[in-house]
């Protein structure tokens, strides 16, 4: 029977990916990948406080176990601040099949 896992996305504002990446390895996850994107929305356009939100992203992979999943997600938002608005948003989501990883 193979292990189930999920797959922890963040997408926190372009420079901020290292600490969440650090968090979660302290947390138990194995590695990430990090990717480049861009965001659009009502925040870019308002900013947060009068200051305007940059639009580029970074974008944090984590594929873990789902007996650390929660404990991962918890230590990535508050790592990333991600309760507090504008700064980024981290989801999680059960993966049926997974090849190529040692979790």
Do not use: W
Request: charged share 20%; proline share 4%.
């Amino acid at each position: 029977m193979s292990q189930k896992n999920e797959l922890i996305i963040a997408v926190v504002q372009r420079g901020e990916a290292e600490a969440l990446i650090e968090a979660a390895g302290k947390a138990g996850a194995t590695g990430s990948t990090t990717t480049y994107g861009r965001g659009t929305g009502v925040r870019e356009k308002l900013g947060v406080l009068g200051s305007l939100i940059q639009p580029e992203k970074e974008v944090v992979f984590i594929v873990v176990p789902c007996n650390i999943a929660d404990q991962v997600l918890d230590t990535v938002v508050k790592a990333g601040k991600l309760e507090e608005p504008g700064m980024g948003i981290a989801m999680s989501m059960p993966l049926n099949h997974v090849t190529g990883l040692q979790l």
